[in-house]
């Protein structure tokens, strides 16, 4: 019965390189979200996904983030050439379908450190 | 712009007490608002949520109200309990399906 993950948990990388963060939402879940929560501040929004589809990427702050879900359940966030103010812990939820007002069930976040 | 605010970040509470956490909104569309909890190293749960088109909503203990000529609602816990202490998020979603969170309130209720 478990709940959404995401791996790894915590990532230290340097200036420049390129990292991928992983999400499992819960199974069954049709919408899978990913924020960004930078010290102090709440989840900012950064991608929606509907099945395989993006459904809504407008808080992708630039080219350098990308998202995928290829078969429509665990997805990746993909950072190339990655600065020291991406250093934030980045979250997943899941939801059953995506509807407004479904509850978001969120990970317990992966603490991404740019160096 | 910050379209969903919460302006205590920190709140400290008796055991026993009651707990009142603010959130103020500026962007009418919304049509739902939520509240979750955080714990360290965790991600948020879920605690409670309120339809644009109700006043209130009760669930045991938490109790939202949401007064929409203000902008404004709040949560209720009572009484407060010492397992209570978390950071509590307000966000608000409308028919896009992301949500819009507050910088959230660090409640510690003392026993």
């Known amino acids: 019965g478990a709940g959404v993950s995401q791996t790894p948990s915590n990532k230290v990388t340097e200036k420049g390189k390129y990292v991928e963060l992983r999400c499992d939402p819960i199974s069954g879940h049709t919408a899978l979200y990913w924020y960004r929560q930078s010290l102090g501040q709440g989840p900012e929004f950064l991608i929606y996904?509907?099945?395989?589809?993006?459904?809504?990427d407008s808080g992708l702050p630039n080219d350098r983030f990308f998202a995928v879900r290829p078969e429509g359940s665990v997805s990746t966030l993909k950072i190339q050439r990655t600065e020291r103010g991406d250093s934030a812990v980045y979250l997943c939820?899941?939801?059953?379908?995506?509807?407004?007002?479904?509850?978001?069930?969120f990970g317990p976040g992966t603490r991404l450190t740019v160096l | 712009d910050q379209q969903v605010k919460q302006n205590s970040p920190s709140l400290s509470v008796q055991e026993g007490r009651i707990s009142i956490l603010n959130c103020d909104y500026t962007n009418s569309m919304f049509d739902y608002f939520l509240w979750y909890k955080k714990y360290p190293a965790e991600g948020p749960t879920f605690l409670i949520s309120?339809?644009?088109?109700?006043d209130k909503n009760e669930d045991g203990r938490f109790t939202v109200f949401l007064n929409k000529s203000a902008k404004h609602l709040s949560l209720h816990i009572v009484p407060s309990q010492p397992g209570d202490s978390a950071v509590y998020f307000c966000?608000?979603?409308?028919?896009?399906?992301?949500?819009?969170f507050g910088s959230g309130t660090q409640l510690t209720v003392l026993p």
């Open positions: 966000a608000a979603g409308g028919s896009a399906r992301q949500l819009t």
């Open positions: 939820a899941s939801s059953l379908m995506g509807a407004a007002g479904d509850e978001q069930f």
């Open positions: 309120i339809s644009s088109i109700k």
């Open positions: 996904f509907q099945g395989t589809g993006a459904a809504d």
